[in-house]
């Protein structure tokens, strides 16, 4: 079920600038027992790219009705929010235009019990991620990037791919971002440059910091990240995945091991 | 009028990845005396695209059946192609999609004639492209980087904003290239890192070279900008424009100054 600006649509016009320019932000949000998981964090981090794009905020409230109403009756879902420019401006220019909303519901995508247990192996893509101040962090629509590293392998034993900018320090997953513990703190890449802030990587440092663990954002290399005992990915679906392997490198994860992660897989579901 | 796919339509799924990653291309071409302008150019960059993205082609038939079918019984207009990867595909996983062609049809917009007899004034925008290597040269639909630095300015006495990269080369206009003369040589920032490649700024090479005229595309300073004899701006639909001021650093600009700008701008019309 999909709500444009509050109404039933499947369609939208062709002239929307989300479609002409990638003029816009999303967000990827997780219900699970018909709860909406971390909409705080999600609020916060469309109305600070808001700020960063010039758009106008959204109503938050016709954003929650909305969601009430392509998830009622829902336990589980991924919900999307698309929120565009709209229609309208002279070329890039944007005065006066009024922004489209849009509010779809997917299932929850169902992801092997071992993802979460064992870990995962991540493919190390080629494709960097350049450097943009002005655009890092948020979740905006312009993911080309993104979309050429997903579609470098297409080998279903690595569940993710691993990032690095085109100065070569480790960002994050093409859809997730990443975290490693060294002497029981935790460190994960700073993201002024690149990189999406991911909701669940903000929940898992309010978190650690809750349980008086140390967390460092700071320019990783790969070099930092074989010498880790512990990695994992994170996003608002997976929530916390273990790392076992990148690009043939092994770290060892067991239940036993990886005891920050397990930690943090405890304490955010 | 608009068609999507062949089809009078408006409207396009909001699940389409044009919108929801901005995964597609696009192509902005004159239509004048009835004729399109340089369309082998336009549908070279367009399949150059394609490769790029790994996106399949078009039929380069069914694309200018539409453009005949939107502009029928018409003198003048910009026409636009936007050609998407269509819907599906696994989130940034694009294997098994068919793309959306959406041929449009806008009116020619009118400038005042002073602007390319008397030349315009440049706004130096702060907003720095970033170099990403896998895009640059490409007009792909990831255009937030032009959508910022053209809002950077509202005042009517700048006709468009020049842009540098991040390591503060002279890249291009917001929506053009630009062109400097320097003892009757024609240079262009090279576009390895960033930048659209301006199929007038090609056809401008073409020219010159096929008229004697040396052309450089080397990594341009905005110092050399300030050294040079002539500067000019290009694209499509404005064709040539005389560069006569850039953040209030003049240049002379005359119909008897500026003889290689007047002798393109001749050889190009």
């Known amino acids: 079920m999909i709500l444009i600006n509050g109404k039933p649509e499947q369609t939208l016009s062709c002239l929307d600038r989300g479609l002409q320019y990638g003029d816009g932000l999303f967000e990827t949000i997780a219900l699970r027992n018909g709860k909406l998981q971390n909409w705080s964090l999600h609020w916060q981090r469309l109305t600070i ?6 758009l106008p905020f ?20 991924v919900v999307k929010i698309l929120y565009t420019r709209g229609v309208g401006g002279r070329g890039y220019a944007f005065s006066e235009v009024t922004p ?4 779809m519901q997917f299932p929850l995508p169902k ?10 192996n991540l493919y190390l893509c080629k494709t960097r991620l350049a450097h943009q101040p002005l655009l890092a962090g948020l979740k905006h629509l312009n993911r080309l ?14 569940a993710e791919g691993l990032l690095c900018c085109t100065k070569g320090s480790v960002i994050e997953g093409t859809m997730s971002n990443i975290f490693m513990v060294k002497n029981k703190m935790l460190y994960t890449p700073e993201l002024s440059q690149c990189g999406v802030r991911g909701v669940t990587r903000t929940r898992i440092i309010q978190l650690a910091e809750e349980n008086k663990m140390k967390v460092v954002e700071d320019n990783l290399s790969l070099d930092d990240l074989w010498q880790a005992d512990e990695i994992f990915i994170c996003n608002s679906i997976i929530r916390i995945w273990p790392v076992k392997n990148i690009a043939d490198f092994n770290f060892s994860t067991s239940p036993n091991l990886n005891p920050v992660t397990r930690q943090l897989q405890h304490l955010i579901n």
Not at 59 to 71: F, Y
Not at 100 to 103: F, H, S
Not at 111 to 120: A, F, K, L, M, W
């Open 145 to 158: 990037e993104n979309v050429l590293a997903r579609n470098e392998w297409d080998d279903t034993k690595y």
């Open 100 to 103: 489209t909303r849009i509010i």
């Open 111 to 120: 992801y092997p019990d071992t993802n979460s247990n064992e870990g995962v």
């Open 58 to 77: 959204p109503e938050e409230e016709k954003i929650l009705d909305d969601i009430g109403q392509v998830t009622s009756g829902v336990e589980s879902a």
């Open 49 to 54: 790219g808001c700020e960063r794009l010039y």
